[in-house]
């Protein structure tokens, strides 16, 4: 049917909206994961060359005017396996455009693994150096969704249900080049939920079908009731929101409209064509005005509305978020994996408990750590708890793999991470000799950047509270992952910042307005970070840091040093051959961090940055907080002070329309 002037001037206002819409979320990066656990390649290296022929083979292969892009280079063990894949609705040159981006963001961010996947909102990329082709794959995962609730949360979570049920089927039947649905149902308020499911064209039908049963199953575990959401896996992808978000013309999921041959042709004289043109355009066009007049109106008020609401990222815990089995270990395979709990087991203790080395029936390496019973929390908000806080996955965090509840006992089971803490090896005079300048420094970089997830970057915008040598651990190659940073919010709640007559911590590491007032913040752990990172770098304790025959805290020795132009002192002899610059830099940092007026330390964020660019010039320190010597808090000990008659905690709200949650590949 021809479009009438009528339409032809109404709806260019709707065509520039998607345009738009379109345009940006083109460029918009959702998450990606460079895989350690395949190894990783050299510089030099034949499977170098391989990725790079791959990679340069996407924007001149015909596959991507379908969408869809499968192919190898190499052999054996140098062998590269690349699969891309764009929404289905983009146009060959978006999609080409999104996964030269693709392509370009993989080989500077994951520069040397050998998997590596990234998403974008138009298009997925992904390699290994092992089959992926044919192959249902549902880790890493990944959700996003808005933090606003729908009207109707019951009525909404049921409308999508049967929605993104039926457009599954859909996309599973596609064939070989797309398998791909998309499509709309009208949910409560005057909501139009739309949704699009995807798969990798190259599973099967029944392959791709469990792939997004598994996605829909997620929407309970990540976003029910929330006004948008999506859940990406390597094999397939979710998506729903209240606004539309995809190309209606390229929809797969409503049927063709059926072909009705013209009517045999009939003599009519021109007046009368006039008047049956005038009535077909009266009754075509004056109700899809009136429709299009209401869809706007109902849109400006939705927008209206959602303006007006307060949106609070502190969010309640939901005992629904995922179910409680897939974290939960039976006590008795607790118990033989650690030899009843041995000493010999026995890794550590801390305040929370002691730590047991312990190995499980399929031969996996776990640590278990045994809390203490006085935590005085019930089951189900412990187990709530751990849900959330297994979900912090980042390299530089030690994972949570689940809990353990018998009776009064409370176990949490973590990976295990072979070569101890940092404080075995940097507080050793032997040992250290093992950490030269490069491992030192890549240490300082891997906290900052795992404090950086847990401050802006996590779901749960984690405060530890407890940073030090002790809480890092190195794993094999000496990468450093923190460790216990849930272990607080596991016995009380945190905030994102507040004041507490409960203080929780480490006398030598603790910021001065925590010890002092109780006030703790993203700050507390700036001045903790600023606090190691100079112990790093002289090798010894802040609390005994020994100069000659002088013993003095480390803080105040620095920055004497730094003042008289002395630095160099601070250098452990060690890492002598170190890069001199990179050093005075790291001190230099240190210091900013342990600022006594907290609005003159940096944010992690900007820590991150000062590390990896030299371009960035660093603001001049003032005098740090000596109130560690001037109390004579010189032994360092975890302790715990509670007042319950005065304990108080103030939230602080953030503001934010959309969270991510992330999970890693299985180990």
């Known amino acids: 049917m021809a479009m009438t002037p009528s339409r032809v001037i109404f709806f260019p206002c709707f065509l520039v909206i998607i345009l738009i819409n379109h345009t940006i979320a083109q460029e918009r990066f959702l998450y990606n994961v460079c895989n350690d656990n395949l190894g990783n390649y050299t510089a030099n290296s034949t499977y170098k060359t391989n990725l790079n022929t791959l990679l340069s083979t996407l924007s001149s292969n015909t596959q991507i005017d379908y969408g869809f892009y499968n192919f190898s280079q190499g052999q054996d063990s140098d062998k590269v396996n690349g699969i ?54 549902s880790n890493p995962t990944f959700y996003i969704y808005a933090l606003s609730n729908a009207t109707d949360m019951d009525q909404f979570n049921d409308v999508l249900r049967d929605l993104v049920d039926n457009l599954s ?15 709309s149902a009208q949910g409560p308020s005057f909501q139009t939920i739309f949704a699009l499911l995807q798969c990798t064209p190259d599973l099967s039908e029944q ?9 829909i199953n997620d929407i309970s575990s990540c976003c029910a009731g929330r006004i948008n959401g999506r859940i990406g896996k390597p094999s397939c992808n979710l998506r729903f929101d209240t606004s539309p978000f995809y190309d209606s013309t390229v929809n797969t999921a409503q049927p063709p409209a059926p072909q009705v041959p013209p009517p045999p042709f009939t003599n009519t004289t021109s007046t009368q064509g006039k008047s049956n043109t005038t009535t077909i355009v009266v009754a075509v066009v004056v109700p899809v005005v009136v429709i299009a007049v209401l ?10 509305r959602k303006q007006r609401e307060n949106i609070d990222t502190d969010t309640e815990l939901d005992s629904e978020i995922e179910p409680v089995e897939t974290l939960q270990f039976n006590f008795e395979n607790i118990r033989m994996a650690t030899n009843n709990f041995s000493d010999a087991n026995m890794l550590g203790k801390g305040g929370f408990g002691p730590v047991y080395k312990g190995k499980l029936s399929n031969g996996e390496e776990i640590a278990v750590k045994r809390l203490s019973m006085n935590s005085g929390q019930g089951d189900t908000e412990f187990k709530n708890e751990v849900q959330l806080v297994a979900k912090l996955q980042h390299r530089n965090l030690v994972r949570l793999f689940g809990f353990c509840l018998e009776k009064r006992e409370r176990l949490l089971v973590y990976e295990f991470v072979p070569n101890k803490s940092l404080d075995y090896f ?22 900052a950047k795992g404090l950086l997830y847990l401050h802006e970057d996590s779901r749960l915008r984690i405060i530890h509270r407890d940073l030090k040598a002790s809480n890092i651990l190195l794993d094999a190659e000496m990468n450093p992952k923190i460790s216990d940073f849930g272990m607080a919010r ?17 006398y030598g590491y603790m910021a001065p307005e925590y010890v002092t007032q109780g006030k703790f913040s993203v700050k507390s752990d700036v001045f903790s970070f600023g606090v190691l990172a100079l112990e790093i770098v002289c090798g010894q304790k802040n609390s005994g840091f020994r100069n000659g025959e002088h013993v003095e805290d480390l803080i105040s020795f620095a920055w004497k040093s730094w003042k008289d132009g002395t630095a160099t002192n601070l250098i452990d002899p060690a890492i002598n051959n170190g890069s001199r610059n990179e050093i005075m830099r790291c001190i230099h940092i240190g210091l900013l961090c342990v600022q006594e007026n907290l609005a003159d330390r940096p944010t992690m964020a900007s820590v991150v940055l000062m590390l990896n660019s030299y371009s960035t010039t660093l603001p001049v320190p003032s005098e740090p907080a000596f109130f560690m010597q001037s109390r004579g808090m010189s032994d360092i000990q975890s302790w715990e002070y509670n007042s319950k008659a005065t304990e108080s905690t103030k ?12 999970g890693n590949y299985p180990r």
């Not at 996309?171 to 998309?182: E, H, I, L, Q, T």
């Not at 939230?651 to 992330?662: D, F, G, P």
Request: glycine fraction near 6%; aromatic fraction near 10%; charge should be neutral.
């Open 207 to 215: 392959e791709c079908s469990d792939c997004l049963v598994e996605s």
């Open 490 to 506: 596991l016995f009380v709640l945190d905030q994102t910042q507040g004041d507490t007559s409960r203080i929780v911590g480490t």
């Open 169 to 183: 089927s859909k996309a599973a039947s596609g064939d070989s080049f797309k398998k791909y649905a998309a499509g």
């Open 426 to 447: 940097i507080f050793d005079p032997i040992k250290r000799v093992h950490l030269d300048w490069e491992r030192r420094y890549k240490i300082i970089g891997g906290i």
């Open 295 to 304: 869809i706007i109106l109902v849109c400006i008020f939705l927008r209206a």
């Open 84 to 137: 891309g894949m764009c929404r289905g609705d983009v146009t060959p040159d978006a999609c080409r455009s999104c996964l030269n981006e693709s392509t370009v963001f993989l080989t500077q961010n994951c520069p040397n693994q050998k998997e590596a996947i990234v998403w974008y909102d138009n298009c997925m990329l992904r390699y290994s150096n092992r089959s992926i082709f044919g192959v249902k794959e």
């Open 651 to 662: 939230s602080v709200k953030a503001y934010s329309s959309e969270v991510l949650v992330i």
